[in-house]
């Protein structure tokens, strides 16, 4: 069984082809059983934003142009008339869009029009569609109309979001129905958060209703996507059981609906439950635990985000060329192979990898122009063609692999810089360190790293007393709480989200799971990990002609090891449910009483508590406010730790769940959101 991205991307490609399954053998001509790829059709995408968003954290240009893509453009955008060549339209289900299509079928622009929507076309839009098209008399130009069940991003393999469209006001089927076909936001209304939103005392019931039902849509995309009809286990009495509810009601209705055969009639959903069967689907509210939110992280993946500000896997960095420095932006996803090794790992790990790489890069290199005797591994016009032949051909072979292997190691020696810049300015190592052992800082401590100038970023400060008090909460004095609350206002950050913390602590008594200390031993000391790239970068960076800025500078200080283990609130109540016999007993208490829905059961039966305890091999976790890569992260290591667990190994063809292989796990958010956005939320809802 593949990743959430494989289904994705192979969802895509089935779009990209006018809806055909790949073909698998050319003409039937081939009697290898190879599969032979055929010509493609040559053909023009046309994409809202929501679209290009959806396809960007996915396919490349090239992936596009593998399928025959020659051309793709915006919707709304002037556009030139292909009368030969077939459009496919991938956009989301929005009038505006709708009536933009019709308008291009009238004008005759494509030979033929493919129209694809990112979720399911309302029937009130659907007939307006129609009516448009019939009046033009331009049926004849629409050769299909599909709901792709898309809208939603896939960041990494096993990481998604909802669609940006999600999260910001559109009309529902209801308000077309009722002749509301054009809802303008109110100004600023979009950039608001799902977290926000569900969070506003302004709220009302109905605001709180559209928001889950949006949310309980991109979620039964995500799981028609994957083919997999879950158990869903989800806490009462917040917007997680509200969306657990609206998404059972929308799975029990497919199923009904499509008379024996549907998107989950493969294995895992006609199959038992647990770990050889059905996955498990848990839904958690955000205000379970905000410390992954705006704590400081030490892996690659989570540095990027916050540091660089990372965004739909886009990075962009300043780096030095022609004696200045100037900015580049770069892609990191799963076709990085330096980027898929290495996202979750400690910083230092990183470090030490390129070094490694890096030293197996010139290895290569040198033995190629060794035996074909070329004076740079980039001038092919050197090569003496009297050399060997097979030494020519290997050359030749390899040089395309090794230009791209060094173009992606100068990108991440790119980001490291970057990275190293801030991690001085901002103290973020000193950062990470305290909240590793956030419940054992002391008041001078604390007070200390407010006080401590050389931390540029006085943002960086709250985050740290934040996750302070969300982990210690009740014990602080007040005496203290009020000095801890002067040194900060002293520092000249917003005192918001502080404010809406413990207001937040006054009306919910935030459970002190959070608090627990982490376990298993701390990590080492990497001797290595900064060391050895001094002398690299500081090359890289004198070739670039930038002077003075060597690696030695920017590490100095900078404190030099692994993390230590330990697990969120999250990632203990996803063990407690996936794998009761090894979770704590506070864990075991806390999910007990979690609501369970069958969307497969009778529809007489009622949600109820669990059922019994009992295993899973798989799992997709849903978070209903915002996630985090560190919170990613870490539900990664507890996968990872669990094979280990069970005796390792295993093959990539194993059931999850069974000895040796340890679970699968999908970490899924309403948004994925950096700290600092976080921060911002937090301090619009004291405002």
């Known amino acids: 069984m593949g990743t959430l991205r494989d289904a994705q991307v192979a969802a895509l490609t089935s779009l990209l082809n006018l809806n055909q399954p790949p073909t698998q053998l050319a003409n039937g001509s081939s009697t290898t059983g190879v599969a032979v790829a055929p010509i493609p059709t040559w053909k023009v995408l046309i994409m809202d934003k929501t679209a290009q968003d959806v396809i960007a954290t996915s396919l490349r240009v090239q992936d596009l142009r593998d399928q025959g893509v020659t051309l793709h453009m915006q919707l709304h955008s002037d556009r030139p008339s292909l009368p030969d060549v077939p459009a496919i339209y991938f956009v989301a289900p929005t009038q505006p869009n709708i009536r933009r299509i019709a308008q291009d079928l009238q004008k005759s622009l494509y030979a033929s029009t493919y129209v694809n929507f990112t979720s399911a076309l309302s029937r009130p839009l659907l007939e307006e569609f129609a009516e448009l098209v019939a009046k033009d008399g331009t049926e004849d130009g629409v050769e299909q109309v599909y709901d792709q069940h898309l809208d939603f991003l896939v960041l990494s393999p096993s990481l998604f979001s909802l669609s ?177 090794k290495n996202a979750a790992h400690p910083f230092p790990n990183v470090a030490e990898e390129i070094d490694l790489e890096l030293n197996k890069y010139k290895t290569d290199a040198n033995e190629i122009t060794r035996s074909t005797g070329v004076g740079d591994i980039s001038d092919l016009s050197q090569i003496d063609m009297s050399s060997n032949a097979a030494n020519l051909r290997a050359a030749i072979t390899a040089l395309p692999e090794l230009t791209a292997r060094k173009h992606t190691l100068d990108t991440h020696m790119n980001i490291a810089t970057a990275l190293l810049q801030g991690i001085k300015s901002r103290g973020l190592d000193t950062l990470f360190q305290m909240e590793e052992s956030i419940t054992k800082q002391t008041k001078a401590q604390l007070l200390e790293a407010i006080r401590n100038t050389q931390m540029e970023n006085p943002e960086d400060k709250l985050r740290l ?161 915002g996630g985090s890569y560190v919170e990613f992260t870490n539900l990664g290591e507890y996968a990872a730790r669990s094979a280990t667990s069970t005796g390792g190994g295993g093959t990539g063809t194993s059931t999850p769940g069974a000895p040796g292989v340890g679970r699968r796990i999908t970490y899924g958010a309403t948004e994925i959101v950096r700290p600092a956005e976080f921060m911002q939320s937090l301090a619009a809802l004291t405002k």
């Open 164 to 340: 940006p469209s999600l999260s910001t006001p559109t009309f529902s089927s209801s308000s077309v129905a009722a002749g509301v076909t054009d809802v303008t936001p109110t100004p600023g209304s979009s950039e608001r958060s799902t977290y926000e939103r569900l969070n506003d005392p302004r709220a009302t019931e109905s605001d709180i209703e559209e928001v889950t039902d949006r949310v309980a849509r991109g979620l039964f995309s995500v799981l028609v996507t994957m083919g997999q009809l879950p158990l869903i286990r989800a806490p009462r009495g917040n917007a997680a059981e509200m969306v657990a509810r609206k998404l059972d009601a929308r799975l029990r209705d497919h199923v009904a609906s499509s008379r024996g055969s549907n998107v989950f009639s493969g294995s895992s959903a006609t199959g038992g439950d647990g770990a050889f069967g059905r996955p498990l689907l848990v839904l958690l509210d955000r205000n379970i635990d905000l410390v992954p939110m705006v704590s400081h992280s030490w892996t690659y993946q989570a540095l990027v985000n916050d540091v660089l500000g990372m965004k739909l896997n886009r990075v962009a960095v300043e780096t030095p060329e022609a004696g200045r420095l100037q900015k580049k932006s770069y892609d990191l996803d799963s076709k990085d192979f330096f980027w898929a």
């Open 465 to 625: 007393m934040l996750c302070f008090y969300f982990s210690v909460g009740d014990a602080i004095p007040k005496d203290d709480l009020a000095e801890y609350e002067r040194a900060l206002k002293e520092t000249g950050v917003d005192m918001g989200p502080w404010e809406y913390a413990k207001k937040l602590r006054d009306i919910h008594r935030m459970s002190n799971l959070g608090a627990a200390a982490p376990v298993s031993t701390p990590g080492g000391e990497l001797l290595k990990g900064f060391s050895s790239l001094s002398n690299r970068f500081t090359d890289k960076l004198r070739d670039g002609g930038i002077g003075g800025v060597g690696l030695e500078n920017l590490i100095s200080g900078v404190k030099n090891f692994l993390p230590a283990r330990k697990d969120f609130t999250i990632t203990r109540l996803v063990e407690a449910l996936m794998d009761p016999a090894s979770a704590s007993t506070q864990a075991l208490q806390d999910t007990d009483d979690y609501l369970l829905f069958d969307p497969r059961a009778a529809r007489t039966a009622r949600p109820a508590a669990g059922r019994g305890r009992q295993t899973f091999g798989e799992a997709i976790v849903f978070v209903v406010g």
